[in-house]
């Protein structure tokens, strides 16, 4: 089993439309969280980290369910420009490694 | 101002041939990191520094081989390049802090020929 996993896509959606990622991991001892964005041929940049209790920033939601060990991240009123690869990336604490998930890829549709 | 700069941006070279990447950040981040990116999208670690001290160490061929001159800079040297290696590689920064975030340069794409 991969340490993360997420639904490669493409997820195609109309503009405005709602869109949800989920991303899963193996390790119980994770203990930071992260939503990336990569764009064509550019580096990955961090959209948002993942809280215990959830967190908004704008248009996108991240939640975080331990107990089952997994990560979401929800777009709402999705933009053309939204259209990315998303990365899920999970740490564990004390750690220095970054594990990351093979992303999902959102394309919006006019 | 750019916080993790890495040259050359494009790489086209021979096989056989032994070329290098540099890597610069400018964040005071006290880690430093090499991923590979290939042609599947997939983001894989290869090296990790911190305060120019080798902590990460993925299964990597020793033909690749990665020097920290100070904590803000990490090279990465690769000897008799084989076609397998064309990926794009990223210089990372990050400081083990509550936020952890991990910030990344702009790739090097590499091609062999």
């Known amino acids: 089993r991969k340490e993360v996993e997420q639904d490669p896509g493409p997820f195609n959606v109309p503009e405005g439309a709602t869109v949800a990622f989920n991303c899963t991991y193996s390790?119980?001892?994770?203990?930071?969280f992260f939503w990336y964005r990569q764009d064509c041929r550019k580096e990955p940049k961090l959209l948002m980290s993942?809280?215990?209790s959830g967190n908004e920033d704008g248009r996108f939601t991240a939640q975080l369910n331990r107990a089952s060990q997994y990560i979401s991240l929800l777009i709402r009123d999705s933009k053309l420009s939204d259209s990315a690869t998303y990365l899920c990336?999970?740490?564990?604490?004390?750690?220095?490694?970054?594990?990351f998930g093979t992303g999902t890829r959102l394309k919006v549709l006019a | 101002d750019t916080a993790v700069s890495q040259t050359p941006k494009y790489l086209v070279t021979q096989m056989g041939n032994d070329k290098s990447i540099k890597c610069e950040q400018n964040?005071?981040?006290?880690?430093m990191y090499w991923y590979k990116q290939d042609s599947k999208k997939f983001l894989k670690i290869m090296f990790s520094?911190?305060?120019?001290?080798?902590?990460i160490n993925e299964t990597v061929p020793n033909r690749f081989s990665p020097k920290s001159p100070d904590k803000a800079h990490l090279n990465l040297h690769i000897n008799s390049l084989e076609l397998g290696d064309s990926a794009v590689y990223f210089c990372?920064?990050?400081?083990?802090?509550?936020?952890?975030?991990?910030?990344f340069g702009p790739g090097t794409r590499l091609t062999v020929l």
């Open positions: 990372a920064s990050s400081q083990m802090t509550a936020s952890d975030e991990q910030f």
């Open positions: 964040l005071g981040h006290d880690t």
């Open positions: 990336v999970v740490k564990t604490s004390g750690t220095y490694k970054y594990i």
């Open positions: 520094y911190n305060n120019k001290e080798l902590i």
């Open positions: 993942v809280y215990s």
């Open positions: 390790n119980s001892a994770s203990q930071s």
